[in-house]
């Protein structure tokens, strides 16, 4: 059983490391704000989810004295992180970040979509 465990656990850190990478790779070199915002958001999120399950679960082997500060982190994790993606993306809408003037260096297409109640645009 132990094997076992032990084997889980190193699962979770690499699959974990992966998707912090992962997230972090995207975060750097995704073009436009909207595409950049799902890195830290949906791939760190899982990461840093898996890292935590797997230190819960280093605890819960080894027998030491359980922490529920790992579950509460995890918890406000999951809770927060797409609740600030969307609050920042409403805002980015709002803000028109089509017409922002482009970073220096990026040829990227940086078009944000009309918005979907076709409402002219309040500083023209």
Do not use: N, W
């Not at 750097?28 to 958001?41: A, D, N, W, Y």
């Not at 027998?63 to 805002?91: C, N, V, Y």
């Amino acid at each position: 059983m132990s094997a076992f465990v032990e084997i889980l656990l190193v699962f979770l850190l690499a699959a974990g490391s992966a998707f912090v990478l992962v997230g972090a790779y995207g975060l750097v070199k995704l073009s436009e704000f909207f595409k950049r915002l799902h890195g830290p958001t949906k791939a760190s999120t899982l990461g840093v989810g898996c890292l935590l399950v797997a230190s819960v679960g280093y605890h819960a082997y080894i027998g030491s004295d359980p922490q529920p500060r790992e579950l509460l982190i995890t918890a406000f994790l999951f809770i927060t992180a797409p609740i600030s993606a969307h609050l920042m993306a409403k805002a980015a809408l709002s803000l028109r970040m089509d017409e922002m003037p482009q970073l220096p260096g990026g040829s990227e297409d940086t078009h944000v979509p009309e918005r979907p109640d076709h409402a002219p645009d309040e500083r023209a």
